[in-house]
């Protein structure tokens, strides 16, 4: 049974760092393609960044140069790293596991999820 555990949300103010994990066992991890999304309250699942296996990276306009996804396929772990951050970043985050070609940014497309970590930066 596949699984993907999140780690490493919290209470922040703005401006400042925070580095996710995502956890995955029970696949292969490394021919995984994996997606990180948020949702804030009220609002639909929004992609934010994804990882190819050979790691190639694409990131949604509003975290492009303030976010960096990786992986490391040894610990089979995904990261998310995450800087200079606003109120607006405010969200549940989930890391996501898909295994076709390509970096899917919409949450219909991905094989497994996580149950999501919060992330909250106060102004």
């Known amino acids: 049974q596949a699984q993907l555990v999140e780690s490493g949300g919290g209470l922040v103010q703005a401006g400042a760092s925070l580095r996710l994990s995502c956890a995955a066992s029970?696949?292969?991890?490394?021919?995984?393609?994996m997606g990180w999304f948020r949702q804030a309250p009220g609002k639909e699942r929004e992609f934010v960044a994804g990882i190819s296996p050979r790691r190639g990276t694409y990131y949604a306009d509003s975290v492009k140069g303030r976010f960096t996804v990786s992986r490391d396929n040894a610990k089979n772990t995904a990261y998310l790293e995450m800087n200079t951050l606003k109120p607006e970043d405010t969200a549940v985050y989930y890391c996501?596991?898909?295994?076709?070609?390509?970096?899917?940014?919409?949450?219909?497309?991905?094989?497994?999820w996580g149950q999501g970590t919060q992330v909250t930066v106060s102004s």
């Open positions: 029970g696949l292969t991890f490394s021919i995984y393609t």
């Open positions: 996501a596991a898909d295994n076709s070609p390509g970096i899917k940014t919409r949450p219909g497309q991905h094989d497994f």
